[in-house]
């Protein structure tokens, strides 16, 4: 395991398969596709950091990198994608074996160039908040405090402007310092850009353009009609903190028979339109908050009526939800406009009821944006999250105006990325026919992404069968080429370039070599967003029949067993818990979805593709501690054994973090042992998840919810609900001081009883 992270800590990638199939046939064998997690903009303390540009190569493009083979003495360098000849230029003469540029060094595979003329730190950040205002006082003033927080954090500089909504969408002039001033449009109508900028007089002093197209100060508009709109923060912050002050729910009078008349699509559409003709392919994000369905304009998820439910999972495989597709479109057009402008959409969706995540998917994914979910814009979840976006301390590290492109051996072509991301339609020789994700093309845009972001990169290897043995061993490397061209927070451009080399084996006695470069993690994670990817994109699909086909067939090509007799079964170390990793996605939130709404479905799985391999393994198999008198914190299975009367039990599902106090344990609580100067080390008891809890929720976005709960309480359903149900209401003798499961769920055993029988076939 250790290996894996060790090329995680250098390049930011993990691979299932290390050592890589060699042909078609074999890697089709493999089950688990030949793929890459990769966090294009991960921080390395030792990355270098050139302050000139790239040598590309002449007819690939690819980068100059240490595995390019250089006659130092002809100041020749071989690309070894394509092999072509490169002449190095003459700003490279005093180049040789003992005085190597930075880019040859073997060390460093990934590295990062700076060029010194192509910075845009003259265009801040821009952020256009879109605020719900049908929503209770309650909610009105708990968002308000939040938000007057976020905006005390935002850089100076930063321009800000702001959208409210509720039946109309209204603008607000924050430029307009005397009174307050606003442009009201009708929530039930979608607006042109054209119109927009008409009836918020744009030309009143500078005529509008006869041809082209609008696009900021230098097209068309100007400067001072673009401020009246965004302004630095400096300037606006009164006129904004009096806005945000005196903002009330939404007036118009709503039926008791009625939701309320929200225009979220409108509101929506507008904020991209107005960023788009002020300023295009700028780092700007639309932060929406949103509190409740969107039932008015385009975009509309329900209607009005309160008799007519909202769509449940039941109502979209069977195709009774009127609205979905509707809405589902009208944001795939609104993501096209905004990755073509550059901007980002953030969702803070704050509510009891679904409010369309599962339709503004699309527009969020594709821009790169954040997203996070909570019960009310009071919760810690929200307020901590938010927080988070804007303060320093744990930086999530923002970057915008991303191109990833990919360049790898010809033998080797791309099926697609899973992640946040969108292509950029670059068609070429890399592209295969069969489309995973966003496919065929070589070249992604990247709207908005963080430090922490990570695609899931699907490959397939085209080679055919290869008899010559001697071809084999002269060179028998696959190489992968990842460039990431983006603008860190502080606005200037910069390139990562990551390059990898992976050694790939063919024909008999190849097993062990990829058993021994098998990443059990980092192949759960990708069968996850595939699997994810599959149950929205194919009709009819049965996931947990894939995924156990999936396993069966990976098994029983590289389980160790005599046909038949299935307690001769074992597995290599290496492959030993993905089993168990499978047992627990089958049932995870991304595969059940049962007692989930589309829409915290919907949340889950966008999460879920942009989390690195750690975090994802934690998604699907929640981690658990156990805390007691008699031992130091030490992790135990995820089983239903696990719990006892004198434990502490800590459990990590991502999304939630539970502390579950044993029955013993809470009486103790109750009866306010830890109070009491003598029982000091029960209090510390108490204290120690604690602490653990705070460690994490402070490195992790969106901020986790955190539930306290006893055995037996009707919390505690939070915990057992994860764990392994190998004690039943079936069960004959169960453990004393434990706790049984009433599910007719198979527990892990069983189920490992049955992939052994099935497997020995």
Not at 173 to 183: A, D, M, N, R, V
């Amino acid at each position: 395991m250790t290996e894996f992270l060790d090329l995680e800590a250098q390049d930011g990638v993990r691979m299932p398969w290390n050592v890589v199939p060699g042909t078609k046939q074999e890697a089709s064998n493999c089950i688990v596709p030949v793929s890459a997690m990769y966090t294009p903009i991960k921080a390395f303390p030792n990355m270098p950091m050139l302050p000139y540009a790239p040598l590309r190569c002449r007819t690939c493009r690819a980068i100059l990198n240490p595995f390019s083979i250089v006659d130092f003495a002809a100041k020749i360098w071989i690309c070894p994608f394509c092999f072509q000849r490169n002449h190095f230029p003459p700003h490279y003469a005093s180049i040789s074996d003992d005085n190597l540029p930075a880019e040859l060094f073997p060390q460093y595979t990934t590295i990062e160039y700076e060029s010194s003329g192509e910075t845009v730190s003259s265009v801040p950040s821009v952020f256009m908040f879109v605020l719900d205002t049908c929503i209770i006082e309650e909610e009105i003033a708990f968002l308000k405090s939040a938000l007057s927080q976020a905006v005390d954090l935002l850089p100076d500089n930063s321009l800000v402007g702001l959208i409210t909504y509720g039946t109309f969408v209204h603008v607000h002039e924050l430029g307009f310092g005397q009174i307050p001033k606003t442009f009201v449009f009708k929530g039930s109508k979608d607006v042109s850009k054209d119109q927009l900028l008409e009836q918020m007089n744009f030309f009143l002093k500078k005529p509008k353009p006869p041809t082209g197209v609008i696009a900021g100060a230098r097209d068309g508009l100007s400067t001072e009609s673009i401020s009246r709109f965004l302004l630095p923060k400096s300037e606006c912050e009164f006129a904004l903190n009096s806005v945000l002050e005196e903002l009330q729910k939404d007036p118009w009078a709503v039926p008791a028979d009625q939701r309320a008349p929200r225009c979220t699509g409108t509101a929506l559409s507008i904020a991209a339109s107005l960023l788009g003709a002020c300023v295009p392919g700028s780092g700007a994000r639309i932060l929406a908050f949103v509190g409740g369905p969107s039932t008015e304009g385009p975009g509309a998820i329900v209607s009005k009526n309160l008799s007519e439910p909202i769509r449940s999972h039941k109502d979209l495989d069977k195709d009774s939800a009127p609205h979905f597709h509707k809405a589902v479109k009208f944001y795939e057009g609104l993501s096209k406009q905004l990755v073509h402008q550059g901007h980002v959409l953030d969702l803070f969706a704050c509510a009891l009821d679904q409010v369309g995540i599962a339709e503004i998917k699309v527009a969020v994914e594709k821009t790169g944006g954040l997203v996070v979910l909570a019960e009310s814009f009071g919760h810690s979840v929200f307020k901590d999250s938010l927080k988070r976006v804007f303060s320093g301390e744990y930086d999530l590290g923002l970057a915008s105006n991303g191109i990833f492109e990919i360049n790898c051996s010809k033998d080797i072509k791309v099926q697609g990325v899973i992640g946040p991301c969108a292509s950029l339609e670059k068609k070429g020789p890399l592209c295969s026919d069969t489309v995973i994700g966003q496919g065929n093309t070589s070249a992604w845009k990247m709207c908005g992404f963080d430090k922490a972001t990570t695609l899931s990169l699907i490959f397939e290897i085209v080679k055919k069968e290869t008899s010559d043995a001697t071809v084999q061993s002269a060179s028998n490397q696959f190489y992968f080429q990842f460039l990431t061209y983006y603008q860190n927070s502080s606005g200037q451009m910069r390139l990562r370039v990551t390059t990898l080399s992976r050694r790939w084996v063919a024909g008999p006695g190849s097993i062990q070599d990829l058993i021994a470069g098998f990443d059990q993690e980092a192949a759960a994670a990708v069968m996850a967003r595939l699997v994810s990817f599959k149950m929205e994109n194919e009709a009819e699909f049965d996931p947990i029949r894939w995924l156990d086909k999936s396993l069966i067939h990976l098994c029983s090509r590289f389980g160790d067993y005599q046909k038949d007799t299935p307690s001769s079964f074992s597995l290599s170390p290496r492959f030993s818990i993905f089993p168990q990793f499978i047992f627990h996605l089958r049932r995870s939130q991304f595969v059940q979805v049962f007692n989930n709404s589309p829409d915290e479905t919907a949340y889950f799985r966008m999460i879920l593709n942009r989390e690195n391999v750690a975090n994802s393994v934690v998604m699907i198999q929640p981690s658990l501690i156990s805390y007691t008198f008699h031992s130091a914190p030490e992790p135990v299975l995820l089983d239903v054994a696990a719990i006892a009367a004198d434990r502490i039990l800590l459990l990590d599902a991502y999304f939630t973090v539970v502390i579950f106090h044993g029955a013993t344990i809470a009486q103790w609580r109750k009866a306010g042992y830890h109070n009491q100067p003598e029982h000091q080390a029960f209090a510390q008891l108490l204290q120690a998840p604690r602490d653990d809890v705070d460690a994490t929720i402070k490195e992790r976005f969106p901020v986790p919810r955190l539930v306290i709960c006893d055995q037996h309480g009707s919390q505690a359903r939070f915990l057992l609900a994860k764990l392994n149900p190998s004690a039943t209401y079936n069960t004959e003798s169960p453990l004393p001081g434990g706790d049984i499961i009433f599910t007719d769920d198979v527990s892990f055993e069983v189920f490992l009883d049955h992939l052994q029988r099935l497997t020995v076939q």
